[in-house]
């Protein structure tokens, strides 16, 4: 008959109505300034640049090699490289970012050049209020605002983190196994100087600076 | 009691004493106008955020609750909300479309508003208390006022020159003029039974007691009930409320006739239909629920116009928890609901109300089964009508484009 399912349908209501003031699940609202959804391990907002040890200048992971930059579909990051190098956590010499810019009004948070970074350098934040009244200069983020210690990388993300750290000690581990085996061959081959045929030294000399500059090449 | 039940009126007395005899009548009709103005836009301001909130927590959401006391902490429950809300609409740009009609258009609005004042002037709100207080028309001026925003809701349609604006006028009027008639009939029932169109008399005559301590409201009768439940679907059909608010679907029309309004002239219709409502629920609690009578004996010492004022917050809850409960009509089952049941209904209504009358002298075991009985045959005969249509849908195409189940999970 006409009216029993309007009847039901406004009880149905009614019972929505009264239970937003008494059970929780009927009223999931969030009202976010004052309170706040703890947020997954998974959020990722925009990057940042991972830096070791306390000082950012200096313990920056980044090499400027600029695969990210070229990466980035919004073409969002403007990297420069330094002049000069210095040495990174393997022991090697690296250049650095002399200048290196996210611009977070365009990035759209893709995560494709944490993705392409071969030195762990660039890892996602959870950060995402960065409301400004200066729409130019207040999202244009430079290494300084961007650089992060590791140890904020590890609370963020702590699986991400702990990866990291294998790779990277892999890494380290494979450059001392190379220094050792070069500077055994680097011994043998001054024994073998210093012995029977002065005529072999020329090559030895180019051998011996290679571990030192070599950078490692693009993962393809 | 009985001071602070005329108090108002006492009021108006002392403040028209004040002025020569020669302009009272003018003055005294001036300060019924003050008042209404006053006190129906006001309820229609709470009413959009009491709307907005009680629809919000319907869908589970909290709803506006930040507006306030600007410039303070103090948040008032967004109570501040209509405040904001209407310096918005005031401060907002006026567009004209630039082949609209201009002066219909402009016109429009306050064509909407000012039979809705008007409506509200004859409506009693508490003893003695109707502004206009016609002793032989009350209720033909009413329904007479009333029809005059349908052509409102056409100007705007027509003058706008867009689409949408013009269906969702075709729709309004169309809707309008069917559901008049089931509004008109079932309230008819309540001009033969009263003897009188005199809203204010038809109030008093609900005054009567019945079963020791009831008032004898209308809706307390077989003829009432029906009457009741009937007039108020025709009555949410007239002021476009949700079941019925085809003319201005935004899921449709974007916004039905009032399309190409915007800033304060899309207040003014809003305006107008509220004030429409308000006319409309406090006519159906004239005519039915006893207008400014209590329901008990025991509850008459509350003033006469609380009742009134009470009984239109009921009112206006209901049709907001009518809004969030029930999905919107199509124009086919709206019109087949005005006129194949509504219309039917009222005039069997009409006959029960007669028999009603006859049977005055009959016992009341014999009357009432009689006459609920006259009611309840059509009733369920007409809605096992609409059930024989209106069967299970049947999704055919998504049915056929289904793969077929059990089999394919049978093979290899």
Do not use: H, K
């Given at each position: 008959m006409i009216g029993i399912g309007i009847a039901k349908g406004l009880v149905q209501t009614a019972r929505n109505l009264l239970g937003t003031y008494t059970d929780k699940d009927r009223l999931p609202t969030i009202e976010y300034p004052e309170e706040r959804q703890a947020l997954t391990e998974a959020t990722r907002q925009f990057p940042f640049l991972v830096h070791d040890g306390d000082d950012p200048a200096k313990g920056?992971?980044?090499?400027?090699?600029?695969i990210c930059e070229k990466e980035c579909p919004p073409k969002c990051i403007y990297i420069v490289k330094s002049r000069d190098k210095r040495v990174d956590y393997k022991g090697q010499m690296q250049f650095y970012p002399a200048t290196f810019d996210i611009d977070y009004s365009v990035?759209?948070?893709?995560q494709i050049c944490v993705e392409v970074?071969?030195?762990?350098s660039i890892k996602m934040d959870t950060e995402f209020e960065f409301s400004t009244a200066d729409r130019f200069r207040g999202l244009l983020f430079d290494k300084h605002r961007l650089a992060k210690s590791d140890a904020h990388y590890h609370r963020i993300h702590p699986t991400d983190a702990a990866e990291s750290d294998a790779v990277m000690a892999a890494e380290r581990a494979k450059a001392e196994a190379k220094a050792k085996a070069d500077a055994e061959a680097k011994a043998k081959a001054a024994a073998a100087k210093l012995a029977?045929?002065?005529?072999?030294s020329p090559e030895a000399q180019m051998e011996a600076p290679k571990p030192g500059s070599d950078t490692p090449t693009m993962p393809m | 009691m009985a001071s602070l039940d005329q108090i108002f009126v006492a009021l108006k007395d002392w403040l028209v004493a004040f002025v020569p005899v020669a302009l009272q009548p003018l003055a005294g009709a001036l300060l019924s106008i003050v008042a209404i103005m006053a006190v129906f836009p006001g309820i229609f301001a709470l009413t959009t955020v009491v709307e907005r909130k009680l629809l919000a927590r319907f869908q589970n959401r909290p709803g506006p609750n930040r507006v306030g006391i600007p410039l303070t902490k103090i948040r008032l429950a967004g109570f501040g909300q209509f405040a904001a809300d209407g310096i918005k609409s005031l401060t907002k740009e006026d567009i004209v479309p630039r082949n609209a009609d201009r002066i219909v258009h402009f016109v429009a609005p306050f064509v909407l508003v000012a039979p809705a004042f008007l409506s509200l002037?004859?409506?009693?709100?508490?003893?003695?208390?109707?502004?206009?207080?016609?002793?032989?028309?009350g209720l033909l001026f009413f329904f007479a006022v009333g029809a005059a925003t349908e052509l409102s809701v056409f100007m705007a349609g027509w003058s706008s020159r867009n689409k949408y604006s013009l269906l969702g006028a075709m729709r309004g009027i169309a809707q309008m003029l069917s559901y008049e008639l089931p509004l008109i009939l079932s309230s008819l029932v309540v001009v033969m039974m009263a003897g009188t169109l005199s809203l204010a008399t038809i109030a008093e005559r609900q005054s009567g007691v019945q079963w020791g301590v009831v008032h004898s409201w209308h809706v307390f009768t077989p003829w009432g009930f029906a009457g009741f439940l009937i007039f108020l679907t025709a009555a949410c059909a007239e002021s476009n409320r949700t079941p019925f608010d085809l003319p201005e679907a935004e899921s449709e029309l974007v916004a039905g006739y009032f399309t190409e309004y915007s800033g304060f002239k899309f207040a003014l219709f809003f305006l107008g239909e509220y004030l429409g409502m308000f006319a409309i629920s406090g006519v159906a609690i004239t005519l039915f629920l006893g207008g400014w009578n209590a329901p008990f004996t025991f509850l008459d010492w509350v003033p006469s116009w609380m009742w009134f004022f009470g009984k239109l917050v009921g009112f206006i809850l209901f049709f907001i928890w009518l809004r969030a409960t029930l999905p919107r009509l199509r124009v086919d089952q709206l019109m087949d609901l005005a006129w194949k049941f509504m219309l039917p209904m009222s005039l069997v209504n009409l006959v029960v109300a007669g028999v009603w009358h006859l049977a005055a002298s009959w016992p009341h075991l014999l009357r009432w089964p009689l006459c609920v009985a006259i009611l309840a045959l059509p009733y369920w005969l007409l809605s096992r009508g609409f059930q024989t249509r209106f069967k299970t849908r049947t999704y055919r195409f998504a049915e056929e484009s289904r793969p077929a189940p059990a089999t394919a999970a049978a093979g290899p």
């Open positions: 920056l992971r980044c090499v400027a090699c600029q990035c759209m948070s893709c970074c071969p030195f762990e029977p045929t002065p005529a072999a | 002037s004859v409506v009693p709100v508490g003893r003695n208390m109707a502004a206009l207080d016609f002793r032989e028309t």
